[in-house]
């Protein structure tokens, strides 16, 4: 299994990101995906999960109306537009899937917002 993201950097509050996690070694259509994210000193925290047809989400109350998470079963990949960035949005965002017992983490990519 691997997860690969991408898309992070430094961004002014307000503005946008798209994130992208690509997927490997594993029957990506077939598991659930998610995207966390941990800030320094905090602890690592849910922010959205997509069901694997793509038809479940759910969002962390803090990003409801500002993140959207997508996937693209042809491409084995899973997005998340971030819009509407705020400071409190600083982290690094993983990857996660669902696949075995324990799940599987991509390295993660760091999302800085600063003005």
């Known amino acids: 299994v691997q997860l690969v993201e991408s898309g992070g950097g430094l961004v002014q509050p307000g503005g946008s990101l798209r994130l992208s996690c690509a997927a490997s070694?594993?029957?990506?259509?077939?598991?659930?995906m998610r995207w966390y994210r941990q800030a320094p000193g905090k602890e690592r925290e849910l922010v959205a999960a997509?069901?694997?047809?793509?038809?479940?989400?759910n969002y962390a109350d803090s990003v409801k109306g500002r993140f959207t998470i997508s996937r693209d079963n042809a491409k084995n990949t899973v997005y998340l537009q971030m819009n509407s960035l705020k400071l409190e949005d600083t982290a690094i965002y993983y990857c996660?899937?669902?696949?075995?017992?324990?799940?599987?983490w991509g390295q993660g990519t760091q999302v800085t917002v600063s003005s």
């Open positions: 996660f899937t669902t696949r075995g017992s324990l799940g599987s």
């Open positions: 070694g594993f029957s990506f259509s077939s598991f659930d």
């Open positions: 997509i069901s694997s047809a793509g038809t479940m989400r």
